[in-house]
């Protein structure tokens, strides 16, 4: 679906990162890499990025 704005655990902002990580990790750069250089250290966050599903393109249609 969507990024959330925030982290559901910590509640620090990750949703200003999802486009530089989205972009950086289709062109094939390894995740973890990408979200060290971006300052995404805690874990909770970092799963909130890796966890995400784009659906919004299939889900659209029915809207």
Do not use: H
Request: net charge neutral; with cysteine; aromatic share 8%.
């Amino acid at each position: 679906m969507i990024i959330p704005v925030r982290c559901f655990t910590c509640g620090k902002v990750v949703g200003s990162v999802w486009e530089e990580y989205s972009k950086r990790t289709q062109e094939g750069e390894d995740p973890k890499a990408v979200l060290d250089s971006l300052g995404v250290k805690r874990y909770c966050c970092r799963r909130m990025l890796i966890s995400n599903v784009e659906l919004i393109d299939e889900i659209m249609p029915f809207g």
